[in-house]
Nanobody, 115 residues
Framework: QVQLVESGGGLVQPGGSLRLSCAAS????????MAWYRQAPGKQRERVAG???????AYEDFAKGRFTIARDNTKNMVYLQMTNLKPEDTAVYYC?????????WGQGTQVTVSS
């Protein structure tokens, strides 16, 4: 199965920006949906954004207007550009891929937004 590795997490202040990257070990051209999820301590994992092979995107309400998901099928990369970060964005962010249900998961990258 395809392996996904996230990078780009770190510590930022409220209002700051980060770009997360997801590198796939194999081609993602035939993976219908790539997505970002996040999970805070004591919370359930939740979807942040998803993108289809044709570039169609979808965002959860908290991400709309602040986060942008993109995929580069030629480079087997997926990105999440995050702006105007808030303390409640603090979580481990995971890259995922699959169809209606994720089949592949990365190990996650920590994003911490200080107050």
């Amino acid at each position: 199965q395809v392996q996904l590795v996230e990078s780009g997490g770190g510590l930022v202040q409220p209002g700051g920006s980060l770009r997360l990257s997801c590198a796939a070990s194999e081609s993602i051209s035939n993976i219908l949906a790539m997505a970002w999820y996040r999970q805070a301590p004591g919370k359930q994992r939740e979807r942040v954004a998803g993108i289809l092979t044709d570039g169609t995107t979808a965002y959860e309400d908290f991400a709309k207007g602040r986060f942008t998901i993109a995929r580069d099928n030629t480079k087997n990369m997926v990105y999440l550009q995050m702006t105007n970060l808030k303390p409640e964005d603090t979580a481990v962010y995971y890259c995922a891929g699959g169809g209606a249900v994720p089949m592949y998961w990365g190990q996650g990258t920590q994003v911490t937004v200080s107050s």
